[in-house]
């Protein structure tokens, strides 16, 4: 029998326009996707693709220009201040930095406290007591209490900014780029970390990352990010052994996607493109191999294609397997 999986968070054909001196830049185009209980949605793209805006709108702290965002079945919109801040208990993020993120004139006690501080949870004893819990939950011992983050590495630095995630008990976890500063030999210890924490604790994971073998990992599902939208998604081998977006071929191999050809054509019709994010056609045209050559590429209006009931993706020609 199938268990009916319900969202913890929907994020509802979201939009986010930044105006800027060089022109108008499409962050996040017309974008959906949801969150499961207990698992790990992977974002994945090169820079600028959107994801870390993608973040933002849904930790509540920016405001996208149209679309919805549901967490815990409250519309984000809709809540007035105080719910709001309530509502920023259940859900938190750990970003890239392992040093700015934190506060370097604080203690690793105080960094961690933080959010029990601003929630007036417990007294010092007892918030005390939470911290060392939560230093020993992400490998970290007492002795950490005292340090600054300049007095830790970068991995210790990131463990202290995910204990303070997880100080208010939180349902999701926001994870951009959490590991993609850290040594290879580091990162792996602290993915591990990730994978415990989440199994411990029934933690939502949404995991943003550019590194598709941190995706694989890591991910039940994947959404491929480019150019503010959601070119491919699916489950994990859906993606990973089914990949229909020519971006996504791209991303998993290290060869160049574009034909020679393809490349000489790219760079004497660039000038003729639209700019970025102002049309419905496909966006990564100029960079597929087959784009360049189909006029439906250049000037049909992309529809998602549903091609099960997990995997979908945005291309008038995707690609064909066996
Ligand atoms: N506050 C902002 N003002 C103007 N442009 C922004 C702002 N935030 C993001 N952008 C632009 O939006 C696009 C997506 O950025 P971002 O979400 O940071 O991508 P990613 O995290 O995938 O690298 C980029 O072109 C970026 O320059
Ligand atoms: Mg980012």
Not at 236 to 246: A, I, Y
Request: charged share 25%; glycine share 8%; aromatic share 4%.
């Amino acid at each position: 029998m199938r268990t009916q999986v319900t969202s913890v968070a929907t994020v509802m054909g979201v939009s986010r326009i930044f105006k800027g001196k060089t022109g108008v830049v499409h962050a996040l185009d017309n974008v959906s996707f949801d969150l499961k209980p207990g698992r790990t949605l992977a974002l994945v793209g090169e820079s600028g693709s959107g994801k870390t805006t993608a973040a933002r709108v849904l930790l509540g702290l920016d405001t996208p220009n149209s679309g919805s965002i549901e967490i815990l079945g409250r519309t984000l919109g809709l809540l007035k201040h105080e719910e709001l801040r309530l509502l920023r208990r259940e859900i938190q993020v750990v970003q890239q930095d392992p040093f700015s993120q934190l506060n370097r004139r604080h203690s690793v006690e105080r960094i961690i406290s933080g959010p029990l501080l601003a929630f007036n949870i417990g007294d010092k004893e007892s918030r005390r007591d939470q911290v060392v819990e939560l230093l020993k939950s992400v490998g970290l011992e007492k002795e950490h209490l005292r340090r600054r983050p300049h007095e830790l590495s970068g991995g210790q630095c990131q463990r202290v900014a995910i204990a303070r995630a997880l100080a208010l008990d939180p349902k999701i976890v926001v994870l951009d780029e959490a590991v993609s500063a850290l040594d290879v030999s580091v990162r792996a210890q602290v993915l591990n970390l990730l994978r415990r924490i989440q199994e411990e604790r029934g933690l939502t994971y949404l995991f943003i990352t550019h590194d598709l073998g941190v995706a694989h990992y890591m991910a039940d599902e994947i959404a491929v990010m480019f150019r503010g939208r959601i070119v491919e998604r699916g489950n994990r081998d859906d993606v990973f052994n089914n990949s229909r977006h020519h971006y996504t071929v791209g991303l998993l191999s290290s060869v160049p996607l574009a034909t020679p050809s393809a490349t000489k054509r790219s760079r004497e019709q660039v000038q003729a493109l639209p700019s970025p994010g102002v049309d419905d056609a496909c966006l990564y045209r100029s960079r597929c191999a087959l784009g360049l050559g189909r006029e439906d590429c250049k000037s049909t209006p992309l529809k998602i294609t549903q091609g099960s009931e997990t995997h979908s993706w945005l291309c008038h020609s995707p690609v064909e397997h066996g």
